[in-house]
């Protein structure tokens, strides 16, 4: 099944990068269509659903499966836009649209830097960018036609994903 005829609302993904402007977007994005933004770097320290620290790569392991659970529930009800930089370990039955925001690498190298990234995690994330990892990822896990890379360059590129997505949800109907 591809898409839950049970929700009144859609559920979005937006993925991508870390520094591409998922976090940026969603909040812009819940503002206006008031749909609820769940980052889930956040929920995973919040309630724990991480197997520890990696060290090398300075971040948690993520629990696919406790995430998983614990948003079971509030997807199926819809009107969520989860926010998060991998998108393959989802049920591609949640969401309606996913949204991959893509930025040019120098950039991106320079948000990186600005955010304190350094040595391996920051070319991890460069070069994760020059390859599209996260549009391919998206494009193997969901039907292509709800994929939709955005550009997320400049602050006019916010405001035109933005206008561009709000449209999409205010037309958005369940299907019967
Ligand atoms: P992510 O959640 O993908 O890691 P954030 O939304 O936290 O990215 O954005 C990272 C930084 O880059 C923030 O300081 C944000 O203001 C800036 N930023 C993100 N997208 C854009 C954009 N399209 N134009 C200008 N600045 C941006
Ligand atoms: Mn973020």
Same mark, same amino acid.
Request: hydrophobic share 25%; net charge neutral; glycine share 6%.
């Given at each position: 099944m591809v898409q839950d005829s +049970?929700?009144?609302?859609?559920?979005? =993904?937006?993925?991508?990068?870390?520094?591409?402007? +998922?976090?940026?977007?969603?909040?812009? =994005?819940?503002?206006?269509t008031q749909l609820r933004h769940i980052n889930i770097g956040e929920l995973v320290r919040e309630k724990n659903l991480h197997d520890g620290w990696d060290d090398e790569l300075e971040c948690h392991v993520i629990n696919e499966d406790l995430v998983c659970d614990e948003l079971e529930d509030i997807m199926e009800q819809g009107g969520n836009i989860v926010d998060y930089h991998g998108c393959d370990f989802f049920p591609e039955r949640w969401f309606d649209r996913v949204v991959v925001l893509q930025t040019e690498n120098s950039v991106l190298y320079d948000r990186l830097t600005k955010r304190g990234y350094t040595g391996a995690k920051l070319t991890n994330n460069i070069e994760c960018e020059i390859f599209q990892v996260l549009l391919e990822e998206a494009?193997?896990?969901?039907?292509?036609?709800?994929?939709?890379?955005?550009?997320?360059?400049?602050?006019?590129d916010i405001t035109r994903n933005i206008a561009i997505l709000t449209d999409w949800v205010r037309n958005w109907q369940p299907r019967s």
């Open positions: +049970k929700r009144s609302r859609p559920n979005i =993904l937006v993925t991508g990068t870390p520094g591409t402007g +998922k976090t940026t977007t969603s909040t812009a =994005l819940a503002e206006s494009k193997e896990s969901y039907p292509e036609d709800i994929v939709l890379a955005l550009k997320s360059d400049t602050i006019e």
